[in-house]
């Protein structure tokens, strides 16, 4: 099968939501511009991470590389996108591995999702590589206030899943878990 590829250049939304209860969430990565609707599954991990990233990459951009201006150092509010995931929802594909870029002629953030590969040795793609061999990806551009608040409210939607134990940092079910750093005894939430 041909290499899918989807291209959102400054999307109309582009946001990370999740369906289904804490603890048994699936989160996805959803692009939109106009009646095109992509949606990817991902990890809460890569999820986590990828908000973590845009915050670095654009520090050190805003740092070192690009006026002050074209960088915030915090989301602007009106940027702020709180509505959940647009319908139909349909998967595409499971993330297995991202990029992340600064497009330096026009000043805007890069995001590409890779499809899981069962390919043995299988190494991601270089940013935007387009070679017809490679995953199916998913490639976003946009300007660094809407990347702001796009790892704003991802880092939102990570932490409203189940508290954290203060022991051992795995998620509290309300039943209590099997903490390690208690021996072996369950803990009461």
């Given at each position: 099968?041909?290499?899918?590829?989807?291209?959102?250049?400054?999307?109309?939304?582009?946001?990370?939501?999740?369906?289904?209860?804490?603890?048994?969430?699936?989160?996805?990565?959803?692009?939109?511009?106009?009646?095109?609707?992509?949606?990817?599954?991902?990890?809460?991990?890569?999820?986590?991470?990828?908000?973590?990233?845009?915050?670095?990459?654009?520090?050190?951009?805003?740092?070192?590389?690009?006026?002050?201006?074209?960088?915030?150092?915090?989301?602007?509010?009106?940027?702020?996108?709180?509505?959940?995931?647009?319908?139909?929802?349909?998967?595409?594909?499971?993330?297995?591995?991202?990029?992340?870029?600064?497009d330096e002629a026009?000043?805007?953030?890069?995001?590409?999702?890779h499809a899981v590969?069962?390919?043995?040795?299988?190494?991601?793609?270089?940013?935007?590589?387009?070679?017809?061999?490679?995953?199916?990806?998913?490639?976003?551009?946009?300007?660094?206030?809407?990347?702001?608040?796009?790892?704003?409210?991802?880092?939102?939607?990570?932490?409203?899943?189940?508290?954290?134990?203060?022991?051992?940092?795995?998620?509290?079910?309300?039943?209590?878990?099997?903490?390690?750093?208690?021996?072996?005894?369950?803990?009461?939430?």
């Open positions: 099968m041909a290499r899918r590829i989807w291209e959102f250049r400054l999307p109309e939304r582009f946001v990370v939501g999740t369906v289904g209860m804490p603890g048994e969430r699936t989160f996805y990565l959803q692009a939109k511009s106009g009646d095109e609707i992509v949606s990817v599954a991902f990890e809460k991990q890569q999820a986590d991470a990828l908000s973590d990233r845009i915050d670095q990459l654009l520090d050190e951009v805003r740092g070192s590389r690009a006026p002050e201006d074209v960088v915030p150092e915090k989301a602007p509010v009106e940027l702020s996108d709180n509505a959940p995931l647009d319908l139909p929802l349909e998967e595409e594909f499971r993330v297995g591995a991202m990029a992340l870029g600064w026009n000043n805007l953030v890069i995001i590409e999702a590969s069962d390919v043995e040795g299988f190494e991601p793609p270089e940013l935007a590589d387009d070679d017809s061999e490679g995953p199916d990806t998913v490639r976003v551009w946009m300007s660094a206030p809407y990347a702001r608040a796009f790892a704003e409210r991802t880092r939102v939607i990570v932490s409203s899943g189940r508290p954290a134990c203060p022991f051992c940092q795995q998620p509290l079910d309300p039943q209590g878990h099997m903490c390690p750093r208690a021996n072996g005894y369950k803990r009461r939430s």
